[in-house]
């Protein structure tokens, strides 16, 4: 009887074991879509020839295709941070492996610099175009306890999950839409509600995740069955974190490159 319950329970919570994938491909390419409408000409130029003419979106997984090389395991940390809740990052003793906040800074810093090699300019500009989104998935502004919200079993509709995997793709993944049709079927923004949106500073974006990563735990229990209520209760949250990501990164790249 032992046994048969060990074998369910591996059955049930297999998909809920896998290694998180961030925003998963899908959700990583719209943000570097949505980014390239609000980028200035020069921007653009620069980052293409960096790009070898290759678009954001295209290169917006990279940070995740380089995980299974163990060449660049010291990257892993760089795609989240976490610190319990009611806490501050500021005051809370930082990662010695680093965290997005970090990457972020660093990402910038190299690109910045006029001495470095194309090469780093490279491959820190792929690392910050998914970093940026990273940063927009509430559950990598999470709890270490968790492992943001991996090890938070739920179910998606009758199938065996983790919280975690749901923010990263599974809704995402439900409404079977392309990156370009996410991309193109953003809210129709302001211009005054563009600017509000580019206002602030990345540790402000962090804190906005933030506090979307605490309603989220308010409102789901371990265990729990997620299905359509969940779609529609945070489906819209999910896709104006897609369009803040993108807005935000074309601000920065501007920043850098203008
Ligand atoms: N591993 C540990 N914490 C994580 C988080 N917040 N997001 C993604 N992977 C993690
Ligand atoms: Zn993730
Ligand atoms: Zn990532």
């Known amino acids: 009887m032992k046994k048969f319950l060990v074998v369910i329970s591996v059955l049930i ?4 074991i896998s290694a998180a994938e961030d925003w ?3 959700g990583h390419r719209v943000v570097g879509e949505i980014a390239e409408k609000y980028l200035s000409k020069k921007t653009e130029k620069q980052i293409s020839k960096l790009l070898d003419g290759h678009s954001l979106a295209f290169v917006a997984n990279y940070a ?3 995980k299974s090389d163990r060449q660049y395991d010291a990257f892993s940390p760089w795609h989240y941070v976490n610190f319990p809740f009611g806490e501050k990052y500021e005051t809370y003793p930082k990662s ?4 997005i906040i970090q990457a972020i800074e ?3 810093t190299v690109l910045k610099n006029e001495n470095s090699s194309r090469e780093d300019k490279v ?3 792929k690392m910050l175009i998914h970093f940026v989104g990273d940063l927009h998935q509430p559950l990598h502004v999470g709890l270490a306890d968790d492992k943001g919200g991996n090890n938070f079993q739920v179910r998606w509709f009758n199938d065996g999950s983790n919280l975690h995997s749901v923010w990263d793709y599974k809704m995402l993944d439900f409404y079977e839409m392309s990156y370009t049709e996410v991309a193109t079927n953003t809210d129709v923004l302001s211009k005054e509600q563009v600017e509000a949106i580019k206002k602030g500073s990345v540790i402000d974006w962090m804190y906005e995740s933030r506090a979307l990563c605490e309603n989220i735990y308010d409102h789901t229990e371990v265990g729990g069955k997620l299905s359509y ?3 529609y209760e945070y489906m819209d949250t999910l896709r104006s974190q897609l369009q803040k990501g993108g807005i ?5 790249l501007n920043e850098i490159f203008s």
């Open 13 to 16: 919570f297999s998909n809920g």
């Open 24 to 26: 998963g491909k899908t």
């Open 64 to 66: 995740d295709d380089i």
């Open 96 to 99: 010695e492996k680093g965290d």
């Open 106 to 108: 660093k990402c910038i």
């Open 123 to 125: 491959f820190y500009l």
């Open 229 to 231: 209520n969940y779609m």
């Open 248 to 252: 935000r990164l074309a601000k920065l």
